[in-house]
């Protein structure tokens, strides 16, 4: 009997033992004699090299040729349809072959591959269709901490004239950005019966804005990537033209100018020098909703908690033929902070209009004191 041994500092090491006769030996029992010879001499050696090419195959290419078909005319909207007509599993591309040395790898040579057909990858026209938001109103919910509005809250009224060939038949409106999940909002639409001092004709959101692409970067901005220059066919009945903006900045830097320094907002119609600059700051300290929570006193680029964005309103008309198209375009100043954060929010209408109805324009705008509106109530009481 031979007995084997396993030497070893681990746990669970067990003996084992086996019998000589059943050891595997690799050895057949057999009658014949070998023939043995023994050769004794003194020889010469010689190396020869073989060159020997050992090729490695291609992994073949995957090619999918695919087709668009336009949904432009269904109802209701839709996204164009992409189709797969035909797909090849075993295309190779023709670059040369390269050689390299077996031993060292490096690469001795190439051989070229002859094409013997030719794929040209072209862009498809590919379109898809959502619903455009048009911004009726910007405003920011405030800094809920400690905030009570009691069981009757606040209101706040905006002006939505200039909306009014939109606001016809059936429509969907929402609430965006968030503002939705921070109070309980109600909408009220209140119809003032009478002529208009001028009819709208028009509502034009010139970019698609914050409610569907959220902020945009000031690079994309000032590369004219987000707001890219428009060309606008105006109205051929319209005797009057009017420029709507409401921005607001977000991020480190294009919230706060203390952070990111002022930056100027362009606005320009066909070329040239731009008609119009302006700046956003927004003073929060003399917000008409105080004793909110946070930081709500900080001064703002276009808003403040618990406020109505700042709209800018800029009369166009001198810059406008009706009937003519005109090239827009918004855009804005470097950032002073490279590398910064700044964001923008940003809504901007073209609003055309008739003639207007009346030969005498005086109306009564506001009663600021008394009244019960929230956007008066810091003013100084009157006798």
């Not at 009658?31 to 020889?43: D, E, M, S």
């Not at 030719?118 to 959502?130: A, F, K, P, S, V």
């Not at 929010?345 to 005498?360: E, T």
Request: charged residues 15%; glycine residues 10%.
């Amino acid at each position: 009997m031979i007995q084997k041994s396993v030497t070893s500092t681990g746990t669970s090491i067990l003996w084992s033992f086996d019998r000589g006769n059943k050891l595997t030996r690799m050895f057949n029992e057999t009658n014949v004699k070998p023939n043995v010879t023994f050769l004794r001499g003194v020889y010469s050696i010689t190396t020869n090299t073989v060159v020997v090419k050992d090729s490695i195959g291609r992994s073949p290419n995957t090619i999918q040729q695919f087709s668009i078909t336009s949904n432009a005319t269904v109802t209701p909207m839709a996204n164009d349809v992409v189709t797969l007509v035909s797909t090849s599993n075993n295309l190779y591309n023709t670059s040369p072959l390269n050689v390299y040395n077996g031993d060292t790898g490096i690469l001795t040579g190439t051989i070229a591959a002859v094409a013997q057909n030719t794929i040209t990858i072209t862009n498809l026209n590919y379109n898809r269709r959502h619903p455009f938001y048009i911004e009726l109103m910007s405003f920011v919910t405030p800094y809920g901490i400690g905030l009570d509005f009691g069981m009757n809250g606040k209101t706040w009224y905006f002006d939505v004239s200039d909306y009014a060939p939109l606001l016809k038949g059936k429509k969907r409106f929402l609430m965006t950005l968030g503002g939705e999940w921070q109070e309980q909002m109600d909408i009220d639409f209140l119809f003032i019966v009478g002529t208009p001092p001028r009819t709208v004709l028009e509502c034009n959101q010139l970019w698609q804005g914050g409610a569907r692409w959220g902020g945009s970067s000031i690079g994309s901005i000032t590369n004219d990537t987000r707001f890219p220059i428009q060309s606008v066919a105006t109205n051929s009945l319209a005797n009057a033209f009017k420029m709507r903006s409401t921005i607001t900045g977000h991020g480190a830097e294009g919230e706060f100018d203390q952070n990111g320094g002022l930056i100027d907002h362009y606005f320009n119609i066909n070329g040239g020098a731009n008609e119009f600059s302006w700046q956003i700051t927004r003073r929060c300290a003399t917000n008409p909703i105080t004793a909110q929570g946070g930081t709500w006193v900080y001064d703002r680029q276009g808003w403040c908690p618990g406020e109505y964005s700042l709209l800018k309103e800029y009369n166009v008309t001198p810059y406008i033929t009706p009937g003519s198209t005109v090239t827009l375009d918004y855009n804005c100043s470097n950032p002073p902070v490279s590398g910064g954060d700044y964001r923008y929010i940003a809504a901007h209408q073209l609003i055309s209009y008739g003639s207007p109805n009346f030969s005498l324009d005086a109306s009564i705008v506001d009663v600021n004191k008394p009244s019960n509106k929230v956007l008066f109530s810091r003013e100084p009481d009157v006798c």
